[in-house]
């Protein structure tokens, strides 16, 4: 059932236009890159700053608060982009390792928020004061800097290996 809606996904008229443009394809991939890179950055602020690695001056409720907004346009963005260059090449990620690596850590990711949400992200204000939160908002950052870096190296890997009949990702 996935395999056919992979295939008739990528056959689509729009999916193969950007899989077949000289241009569309490898801009859509850029845009990706450049979101995941600002969406990475503001993940790693927030996750040092609840360790205490990063921007102790700025209390962890200013810094979440701050970024909370650019870091959902960022993600946005960067699903946006990743969803196009899904279709257009759908049944080659239908046989990729790394994307079904990375799809499983983005689905505890989601588990992450759902965890997290609650009992630190909503309560930044807290994690400063309270030794309790501290501890768990601090168990929260390391959670999310594996995940996020499994699935950033998930990602590039996706590029790195070969589709069934040999032709290599990236190449039109």
């Not at 409720?61 to 909370?68: E, H, I």
């Not at 390792?97 to 928020?113: G, P």
Request: charged share 15%; net charge positive.
């Amino acid at each position: 059932m996935l395999l056919w809606l992979a295939r008739w996904a990528e056959n689509t008229e729009f999916f193969t236009y950007i899989r077949a443009s000289a241009y569309t394809y490898p801009v859509i991939l850029s845009l990706h890159m450049v979101a995941l890179a600002l969406f990475g950055a503001m993940i790693l602020l927030t996750d040092l700053r609840l360790l205490g690695l990063a921007m102790r001056s700025c209390s962890v409720s200013d810094l979440v608060d701050q970024l909370r907004l650019p870091k959902r346009i960022g993600f946005v963005f960067a699903a946006t982009c990743g969803i196009l260059l899904l279709g257009s090449k759908a049944e080659d990620y239908y046989y990729n390792t790394f994307f079904r690596i990375k799809l499983t850590l983005f689905m505890l990711v989601i588990v992450h928020a759902l965890v997290f949400r609650r009992s630190v992200y909503n309560r930044a204000a807290e994690v400063d004061r309270d030794p309790h939160t501290l501890g768990r908002a601090r168990l929260a950052a390391v959670l999310s800097l594996v995940l996020w870096v499994g699935i950033f190296s998930a990602g590039r890997g996706i590029g790195f290996v070969l589709a069934p009949g040999g032709l290599h990702y990236g190449v039109p």
